[in-house]
C-alpha cells in the first residue's frame, strides 16, 4: 500500500517567520466546533529579506607564528578547531621545512609545536591524512635533494611524538604530489610524480593500516596536483596535470567495493618478479632507472630521521609495468556546462563532500571576478551545478593557497593572504599564511557526509524490514509508513486527528491575504479564520507525534485544547501538512519512483522546519530543493525559501529565474504567486537589468545557458576554447564594474 498517492501532490503554500518557541502556547479561537487553530502559526504574506542578510563569510586574520605562503606543504583539519600545516618549502628562499605548525581557530594563533621522536626530514609535495581522530599519516614526498621518498610517518596529535610503522611488502615507487586518501583502514595512493625527469605516475596501491603491508601496485590513470576521494563501492579522481601537462575536466572512477584484489591481504611477493607488459594504453616502459640511494632490503621500507641517505626509488621498481588495476574502470569528461567551471583559469580547490565534489574557483590574477565561483558535481548524477557565485564568498584582494575540510564536509577552510602584504610585512613584501576563510557549506545547501549518507534510500543493501520488504523507505520508517493517515476502524491505532486548508481555497486567498497585510484591518483578518476552508481529516498517533515534533510534545504536556479535543487544525495546506506528517513517520522526503513528497511539498514543508524550529528536516528539504531546481518549480522554491528565511536558497532560485525568466514566467508556479511575490521576484535584477530576445541571445551565445555579457556581446574577449568546452581569455575592453553588478534576464 502506498502511502501517498502516486504522482505530485497539490501545491504547498508558505507561512510566516518562526516563533519563539519559549513563548507561552494560547489556544486560537475554534474555526468549528470540532477543530482547533494549533497556537504559535503565524499568518502570511512573510517580509522581504533584505540583502544584508545573505551569507558571506568573513575572513579572519590570524596573529603569531605565522608561516610563510609555502609551496607543496600539506594543510590538514584535525578537530577541535585545529589546523596543522607541516613541511613545504619557502618560494622565495627555496628552503624546504620539517616544522609542525598549528593555528587555533579559536584563538586565531599560529604556533610552532614542539615535536620528539623519529622526527622525520624535510619534504615537500607530500600528504597528511587525519587517521583515528588523533593522528596524522605523512607519506611521500620530495626532499631538499630531489630525492623521492616512499616512507610512511605517523605524528601523534596528543603527544606531539613521531613514529614509523614497520612496514612489509613491495613498497611503491618513491613521489610527491599524489593523492592519498584513507578509507576502511587503507591508504590508498593515487598518481604523483617521480624521477630525475618528473615522470608522471599512473599507478594505484593501498597500505593495510591493520597488518602495514602494502598491496602489489595496479595501473590507473596518469595524474599529479589531483584530488582522490572514495564514495559508493568507488574510487574517484579528478582535476590535476595529465602527462602533456594540462588541467584535465575528467573524472575517473575505479570499483574496489567486493572486489577481491583490493580487499584480501595476499602476499604478491616481490615487483621483481612481476613479468614486463607490452607498451599500450595502459602500458608505458618508465623512463627513468634507480633514483637516489635505497637503505634496507626490498620488502620492508626503511627510513632514518633527520638523514639525507634516505629510501627513494628501490632498485628493484626499475623498468617494470604493473598489470591494469582489477574492477572496472571508467572516465567522464565534461565539454560543456552552464554551471561547468573551467579548469584553465583561477585557483581551484577540489573536496569532497555530501556526495558531490566541490569546485572552489577562488580568484587569480588571469580571471576576473565574476568567473570565480563554487560549484558542485552531483555524483549520482554527473550534473554540474552553481552553489554560489565568487563575488559573494572572495575577496578579490586576496589569494587563497590551502584548503582544508572537517570529516564530515559541513565545514571548509581557505588559507591565504591578502596580495598587498600589510602591517609588518609591507616593507620584506613577503606572503605568510595570515587570513583564513572560514565557510559553512550547510548554508549552501550541503547536508554533510553523515546525512547524506542517511538520505540515500538506494544505498542500503537489506530489506526495507521483515515485514514489507518492497518499500524504498528503510527499517522502522517502512513500517509506520503502512499505519499512516489509517482510519481507528483499520485497527491502525490512530488516536488523534490533524486538519488543515484545502489547497484550493488556499491557492485562492493569495490575494486576499496582500490585501490584509497591507491594510491590517482586523474585519478582513476575522473575514478569513471564518473561511470553511478545512480539509480532509489526517489520522495520526499521538505517541509519535510527541516523540518526533518538539512542538507539538510541548502542546501536549501545557495540556492544551487540543489535548482534551484529540484535534487538531493547522492553518497551512493540506498538502504541506500532509508530507510533513508523512515525514515525521518516516523521516524520509526521497521521492521514490511517485511515492513521497512532490518538489512543491517540500517547498511547503521548508517552511514548517522554519516555523517550528526542525534543523534536520529544515536541512533536507534545502539539500532536496537545491537539486532538484528546475523552470517548473523555481518561482515556488523562491517563495517558499524566502518565507523560511533560507537566503542561500531564496538568492539561487532567484537567480535562475532570472536566467530562464522566459520560460519560467509561463509556468504555473508563477502564475500561483500572489501580486506583491510577483513584484518581489521582478525586482530581484537590478536597475540596469534588461530582458534581451531569443534572436538577441543566440547571437552572443547565451542560449547555451550562459550569462549575456561574459564572453558574449557584453565584452570584447580574445577568445579560445579549453578542453572542458569554457571560453577563456584575456579582456581587451568592456566595463568590469558594470558586468559584475547586472544581472540581464534571458
Known amino acids: 500500500m502506498n502511502p501517498l498517492p502516486a504522482g ?3 501545491s504547498a ?7 519563539d518557541p519559549n513563548t507561552s502556547l494560547l489556544s486560537s479561537p475554534p474555526s ?21 542578510e545573505s551569507y558571506r563569510p568573513k575572513i579572519i586574520t590570524t596573529v603569531g607564528a605565522r608561516p610563510a605562503c609555502l609551496v607543496n606543504a600539506s594543510v590538514t583539519y584535525v578537530g577541535n578547531e585545529e589546523i596543522y600545516a607541516f613541511g613545504g618549502f619557502d618560494q622565495y628562499t627555496d628552503e624546504v621545512y620539517n616544522h609542525v605548525l598549528k593555528l587555533s581557530l579559536k584563538t586565531k594563533q599560529w604556533s610552532l609545536v614542539d615535536n620528539y621522536g623519529d622526527i622525520p626530514g624535510v619534504r615537500m609535495g607530500h600528504t597528511a591524512n587525519l587517521w583515528q581522530g588523533d593522528k596524522l599519516l605523512v607519506y611521500g614526498g620530495e626532499n631538499e635533494h630531489r630525492a623521492y621518498l616512499s616512507d610512511v610517518i605517523i605524528f601523534d596529535l596528543k603527544t606531539a611524538n613521531w613514529t614509523q610503522p614497520e612496514l612489509h611488502g613491495p613498497a611503491p615507487r618513491g613521489r610527491a604530489r599524489h593523492a592519498a586518501v584513507i578509507h576502511d583502514e587503507k591508504l590508498w595512493i593515487v598518481g604523483g610524480m617521480t624521477g630525475l625527469d618528473n615522470y608522471v605516475l599512473d ?26 576521494w572514495i564514495w559508493d563501492g568507488r574510487i574517484w579522481v579528478f582535476g590535476g596535470l595529465a602527462e602533456d601537462m594540462e588541467r584535465t575536466s575528467e573524472i575517473w572512477m575505479l570499483d574496489i567495493h567486493g572486489n577481491p584484489a583490493f580487499e584480501s591481504q595476499t602476499s604478491y611477493g616481490s615487483q621483481a618478479d612481476r613479468q614486463v607488459v607490452p607498451n599500450s594504453r595502459f602500458a608505458r616502459a618508465s623512463p627513468f632507472g634507480n633514483v637516489g640511494p635505497s637503505v634496507g632490503g626490498a620488502s620492508s621500507t626503511v627510513y ?17 609495468n604493473p598489470p591494469v588495476a582489477p574492477g572496472n574502470i571508467s572516465s567522464v569528461k565534461f565539454i560543456s556546462s552552464p554551471s561547468l567551471p573551467s579548469q584553465t583559469a583561477g585557483t581551484h580547490f577540489h573536496v569532497f563532500s555530501s556526495g558531490c565534489l566541490l569546485d572552489f574557483v577562488t580568484p587569480a590574477s588571469v580571471i576576473s571576478s565574476c568567473e570565480t565561483s563554487l560549484s558542485c558535481l552531483d555524483l549520482e548524477s554527473l550534473r554540474w551545478q552553481k552553489l554560489a557565485d565568487g563575488k559573494e564568498l572572495f575577496n ?23 596580495t598587498e602584504p600589510t602591517g609588518v610585512n609591507a616593507h620584506t613584501g613577503e606572503e605568510y599564511l595570515s587570513d583564513v576563510l572560514p565557510i559553512d557549506l550547510r548554508k549552501l545547501g550541503l547536508l554533510g557526509n553523515k546525512l547524506t549518507l542517511e538520505s540515500r534510500a538506494e544505498s542500503l543493501p537489506l530489506p526495507a524490514s521483515d515485514s514489507h520488504t518492497t518499500s524504498h523507505l528503510s527499517g522502522i520508517g517502512a513500517d509506520l509508513a503502512r499505519t499512516f493517515n489509517q482510519p481507528p476502524e483499520s485497527s491502525s491505532g490512530a488516536d488523534f486527528v490533524i486538519t488543515a486548508e484545502r489547497d484550493d481555497d488556499y491557492e485562492d486567498e493569495d490575494d486576499e491575504l496582500v490585501s490584509v497585510a497591507e491594510d491590517g484591518s482586523e474585519a478582513a483578518t476575522s473575514q478569513r479564520a471564518g473561511a470553511p476552508n478545512v480539509s480532509a481529516p489526517i489520522h495520526v498517533h499521538r505517541f509519535l507525534l510527541c516523540a518526533r515534533w518538539p512542538h507539538f510534545a510541548r502542546l501536549w504536556s501545557a495540556q492544551m485544547s487540543e489535548f482534551h479535543s484529540r484535534k487538531m487544525h493547522l ?28 518538489v512543491t511539498d517540500v517547498a511547503g514543508m521548508l517552511v514548517l522546519s522554519n516555523l517550528y524550529d526542525m534543523p534536520r528536516l529544515r536541512m533536507l528539504c534545502v539539500h532536496r530543493l537545491g537539486r532538484e531546481l528546475d523552470v517548473h518549480h523555481a518561482a515556488t522554491i523562491w517563495e517558499r525559501a524566502g518565507t523560511a528565511g533560507e537566503v542561500w536558497l531564496r538568492r ?55 550569462k549575456f555579457g561574459v564572453g558574449g556581446a557584453g565584452s570584447i574577449r580574445k577568445r579560445s576554447a579549453g578542453s572542458a568546452g569554457v571560453l577563456v581569455g584575456e579582456e581587451v575592453e568592456g566595463d568590469d564594474d558594470g558586468e559584475d553588478e547586472t544581472m540581464d534576464i534571458a
Open 304 to 320: 632514518t630521521a633527520n638523514s639525507s641517505s634516505i629510501q627513494a626509488n628501490p632498485n628493484q621498481l626499475s623498468m617494470r
Open 32 to 52: 468549528n466546533a470540532n477543530t482547533f487553530t494549533m497556537s504559535g502559526t503565524p499568518s502570511r504574506p512573510a517580509r522581504r529579506m533584505p540583502a544584508s
Open 571 to 598: 492553518p497551512e495546506p493540506y498538502s504541506a501538512v500532509r508530507a510533513f506528517l508523512y515525514y515525521l513517520y518516516t523521516d524520509s522526503i526521497a521521492a521514490h519512483n511517485g511515492a513521497g513528497p512532490s
Open 8 to 10: 505530485p501532490l497539490p
Open 203 to 228: 599507478d594505484i596501491c593501498y597500505l593495510d593500516l591493520k597488518t602495514w603491508s602494502w598491496s602489489r601496485t595496479w595501473r590507473f590513470i596518469p595524474r599529479y596536483d589531483h584530488s582522490t
Open 13 to 19: 503554500s508558505s507561512s510566516g517567520p518562526r516563533p
Open 396 to 418: 578579490t584582494n586576496y589569494r587563497w593557497h590551502y584548503c582544508a575540510m572537517n570529516e564530515d564536509g559541513t565545514h571548509a577552510w581557505l588559507l591565504g593572504c591578502p
Open 652 to 706: 539561487r532560485a532567484a537567480s535562475f529565474c532570472m536566467l530562464h525568466w522566459g520560460r519560467v514566467t509561463r509556468t504555473r508556479a508563477f502564475h500561483s504567486l500572489n501580486k506583491r511575490a510577483m513584484i518581489e521576484l521582478c525586482e530581484e535584477v537590478d536597475a540596469d537589468g534588461r530582458v534581451v530576445g531569443g534572436d538577441e541571445l543566440e547571437q552572443v551565445g547565451g542560449l547555451g545557458g550562459g
